[in-house]
């Protein structure tokens, strides 16, 4: 099982920033080979992938609505996974997530919710016009 634990959400007004964290634990994964990625939820919508990070050669993918504002990156000497995210705008209000896919490739970056495998509980970000 892996555990996954996100903080650094909150009220930010538009053209601010945020960083996300994300904590992995779990006794039988490896951190170290394990794919993540962010999603997010607005309210009524379905949940959308933002970016995601291999974990072999740190390769990205970033959505389209958030490429050039948006950063995933990983310790694994922390078994940690962030989201810088810059030039906020009120469409990124939504409940973000990490995710673990333990069955990923090494260079694969998913970006389908369905391919992960382990969620966390999800943080508010709330931007402000």
């Known amino acids: 099982q892996v555990q996954l634990v996100e903080s650094g959400g909150g009220l930010v007004q538009a053209g601010g920033s945020l960083r996300l964290s994300c904590a992995a634990s779990?006794?039988?994964?490896?951190?170290?080979?394990?794919?993540l990625g962010w999603f997010r939820q607005a309210p009524g919508k379905e949940r959308d992938f933002v970016a995601a990070?291999?974990?072999?050669?740190?390769?990205?993918l970033h959505a389209d609505s958030v490429k050039g504002r948006f950063t995933i990156s990983r310790d694994n000497a922390k078994n940690a996974v962030y989201l810088q995210m810059d030039n906020l705008k009120p469409e990124d209000t939504a409940v973000y997530y990490c995710?673990?896919?333990?069955?990923?490739?090494?260079?694969?970056?998913?970006?389908?919710?369905?391919?992960?495998?382990?969620w966390g509980q999800g943080t508010q970000v709330t931007v402000s016009s």
């Open positions: 995710a673990a896919d333990t069955s990923a490739g090494p260079w694969k970056t998913p970006h389908h919710r369905d391919l992960y495998q382990f």
């Open positions: 779990g006794r039988t994964f490896t951190f170290s080979k394990t794919a």
């Open positions: 990070i291999s974990w072999s050669d740190d390769n990205t």
